[in-house]
């Protein structure tokens, strides 16, 4: 067929030329894609504490070589060498680690430090999600990614079902029906910290949370992700659920004295203050069981 | 006309103390006070403006003596390292899990811990039987950078739950106000305000140098002595408080000068007044704009503060007498 074709043409040199060209051309097209889907970066760094646990739930914890300070979910990835803190990884660390891949957030990483690894000529891969919904997206990209499709999309399926079938809690049961469904929403406050006081506001995976269970964040005003929050605006809200994070051990002695502050909002009168575990604090796999958690407190 | 004038600044006071009390991330009308207004007024907001005034006051007032016996325009109670000390021994404190005891447990280390390194800062200062000056900002100076590196050192090593609290301390907060610490912090700030105010002829006399002290009858460094002591009591009392909130302690004085003169006797309960007025406004204005998100009032008056201190500094006469 080419030699047909060229013998047909007048200058049968220059086609055989074009010819060449091409097909080097598509063949160094079939050997530079067949490798980024079918080669499988063995040595992966994480570089936050979600990504970590995504990377474990997805079966890739023997290719984990590197975490940071804060990795500390599950048990294992506390004896995988450390890198340093989000914020200020170690260029030095990540480097001897000899990654395949340095997988970072767009949530708390420097973006000058994905610049410097790129000037290094090492490979980083971003992941993007930031609210729940966009997580089980992630997850799956993440996936494809590191060559864990299978079980990113089994993890991903999970994550959608908590989002999409809450377990209604009875709180806003009832109330369906007659009147407006805002005015029947339950006040809801999670504080992250008593004192000083910070709560989660708006942009959290705990604010994602509690609207998926039919609840009102009652910090939904604030400007900022974790504020710094006002003690009156609590008595002003008015809260019929109060969440207290277990950042610590003796979370309930830290609490006292603000909930003695607040003593005659509803939640704090009616008993309906619950120290929750820091499931939520991560967009991980275990924002499931941090659902759970939460509507199994409303029971 | 002096009399005119500080009837002025206590009117002042009072409406600033009234206002901050009523204005805040909402306004409380006085008089159509409902069942949450009371509360938010009463639990919240009066020991919180109380705490502001009752700091801003120890600071104004320590800032001033301090000025006055360091013969240094631009030292502030916190210059002597009392606030690198208590932020440091409070971490401490939270980190061994001392809260546990009691509400009071962190404050009162707060405060042990401003008393350890006045005293610390007090031996450094000592020489041939009494304070001088230069020695004892050098050491303050010295320790300051000292505790403070030990501080970072622990934060930047600890959990992100320590990091908060020992934050607090660092910025300053106002909101962990109440009423049960009030009467403590009261009775020693108006015990050194007291010391002071009755020393501030012979602070007079100090600042003209100590041989024209001697020569006037006041005996040096015990006159030294005691007015160090009543700094080290006021500013350990407010930084256990609310933590550590800078420049009051350093702009308050200047203003007072600017309007009053350099009389100690005036100067001092004139500082004290001002930094109390301006401390709930500052307390005000962080609570407020960026509400219900709170800002803690040390950033409001170093916001403030910086450009004055600036300010200041460009003065040829400030820094060449």
Same mark, same amino acid.
């Given at each position: ?29 079939? %050997? ?11 040595? =992966? =760094?994480? %570089? ?22 804060? +990795? ?27 990654? +395949? ?20 000529? =090492? ?65 809801? %406050? ?19 949370? &509690?609207?998926? %269970? ?16 006002? =003690? ?8 019929? &659920? ?11 002695? @830290? ?9 005659? @909002?509803?939640? @704090? ?27 199994? +407190?409303?029971? | ?22 204005? !805040?991330?909402? #306004? ?11 509360? #938010? ?37 916190? #210059? ?11 971490? $401490? ?19 042990? !811990? ?53 934050? $607090? ?76 909130? !800078? ?31 301006? $401390?709930?406004?500052?307390?005000? #204005? ?36």
């Amino acid at each position: 067929m080419e030699l047909t074709y060229s013998a047909a043409t007048k200058k049968p040199g220059k086609i055989w030329l074009l010819n060449f060209a091409v097909s080097i051309l598509l063949l160094n097209y079939i %050997l530079s894609a067949s490798p980024a889907s079918a080669e499988i970066p063995g040595r =992966i =760094i994480s %570089l936050a504490p979600n990504i970590t646990e995504i990377l474990f739930a997805i079966g890739l914890d023997n290719r984990i070589v590197g975490v940071t300070n804060f +990795c500390d979910y599950p048990e294992e990835a506390k004896r995988k060498p450390k890198v340093g803190g989000m914020s200020t990884p170690s260029l030095e660390a990540v480097v001897s680690l000899k990654p +395949c891949i340095v997988v970072m957030t767009t949530d708390g990483n420097p973006k000058e430090f994905e610049q410097r690894l790129r000037s290094l000529k =090492i490979k980083t891969y971003i992941f993007r999600a930031r609210t729940l919904t966009e997580l089980p997206q992630g997850v799956r990209d993440m996936g494809l990614e590191l060559g864990a499709k299978e079980k990113a999309d089994t993890l991903a399926r999970k994550i959608e079902t908590a989002i999409n079938n809450p377990p209604t809690p009875p709180f806003t049961k009832g109330g369906r029906g007659g009147i407006t469904e805002a005015s029947q929403k339950k006040r809801v %406050l999670f504080i992250i910290w008593p004192e000083p006081l910070i709560v989660a506001g708006p942009g959290t995976v705990i604010d994602d949370a &509690i609207s998926i %269970l039919g609840l009102e964040n009652a910090a939904y005003r604030s400007k900022v992700s974790y504020p710094k929050y006002s =003690i009156e605006e609590i008595i002003r809200q008015s809260p019929d &659920i109060i969440f207290i994070g277990k950042g610590h051990e003796n979370i309930k002695e @830290v609490s006292k004295r603000l909930l003695k502050k607040i003593a005659t @909002v509803p939640a @704090v009168k009616k008993g309906n203050v619950f120290y929750l575990s820091d499931t939520l604090y991560r967009l991980g796999p275990r924002v499931i069981n941090g659902i759970e958690e939460m509507a199994g +407190c409303l029971k | 006309m002096s009399k005119i004038k500080f009837l002025f600044l206590i009117s002042v006071l009072v409406i600033t103390f009234s206002v901050s009390l009523f204005l !805040g991330p909402r #306004i409380i009308n006085p008089f159509e006070l409902n069942g949450t207004d009371k509360e #938010i007024l009463l639990m919240i907001r009066l020991p919180r403006v109380i705490v502001a005034t009752l700091m801003g006051m120890a600071l104004g007032a320590s800032g001033a003596v301090l000025q006055g016996i360091l013969r240094n325009p631009l030292a502030d109670p916190y #210059i002597l390292g009392i606030s690198s000390g208590s932020a440091l021994a409070a971490t $401490l404190g939270l980190l061994s899990g001392m809260y546990m005891f009691s509400n009071f447990s962190i404050p009162l280390t707060a405060f042990i !811990g401003a008393s350890i390194v006045s005293i610390l800062v007090g031996l450094f200062g000592w020489k041939k039987g009494g304070l001088w000056p230069g020695r004892l900002l050098l050491a303050g100076i010295g320790l300051s950078f000292l505790f403070y590196a030990i501080l970072m050192l622990i934060i930047s090593i600890s959990a992100n739950e320590v990091t908060r609290r020992a934050l $607090l301390w660092i910025f300053g907060d106002l909101s962990i106000a109440e009423w049960s610490l009030i009467p403590y912090g009261f009775l020693f700030i108006l015990a050194g305000l007291y010391i002071c105010i009755s020393r501030a002829k012979a602070l007079n006399a100090l600042m003209l140098g100590d041989d024209f002290a001697h020569s006037l009858g006041f005996s040096v460094h015990r006159e030294r002595l005691l007015l160090f002591a009543s700094v080290a009591i006021m500013t350990s009392a407010s930084v256990s408080l609310g933590g550590t909130i !800078g420049f009051i302690g350093l702009i308050i004085p200047h203003i007072v000068r600017f309007l009053a003169g350099a009389d100690n006797k005036k100067l001092i309960p004139l500082s004290a007044l001002c930094g109390g007025a301006f $401390l709930c406004i500052a307390d005000m #204005i962080g609570r407020t704009i960026m509400s219900p998100a709170e800002i803690p009032s040390g950033i409001i008056t170093a916001i403030i503060g910086s450009p004055y201190f600036l300010y200041l500094l460009r003065k040829k006469d400030v820094l060449s007498t």
